[in-house]
């Protein structure tokens, strides 16, 4: 009576290890690479900035912001308004 117990343990055991090979699968999802990040900032302007700004000096074709010095033909001037003002009692 033992030996068919035995002889049914053994060939449960020898079979335990014959079946079906679990087979992981795997996934390669690809993703857009990044190569560099760009962030573009755009400063907002409004109407009331414009009319409050004063005006621009032009100079040799650039333009200089209000209350910049500059020395022309020997003598410092500075930008008042739009308009070039020669400062009294100054050389340059």
Do not use: D, K
Not at 56 to 65: D, F, Q, R, V
Request: hydrophobic letters at 40%.
């Amino acid at each position: 009576m033992n030996r068919p117990i035995v002889v049914a343990c053994f060939c449960a055991a020898a079979l335990a290890g014959c079946g079906r090979t679990v087979v992981r699968e795997e996934r390669v999802v690809e993703q857009p690479v990044v190569t560099r990040e760009t962030v573009v900032e755009r400063p907002t302007v409004t109407r009331e900035a414009i009319v409050a700004a004063p005006a621009a000096c032009s100079l040799g074709g650039a333009l200089y912001a209000s209350s910049t010095l500059s020395c022309q033909a020997g003598s410092q001037y500075v930008c008042h308004n739009g308009a070039w003002e020669r400062l009294p009692g100054s050389t340059c």
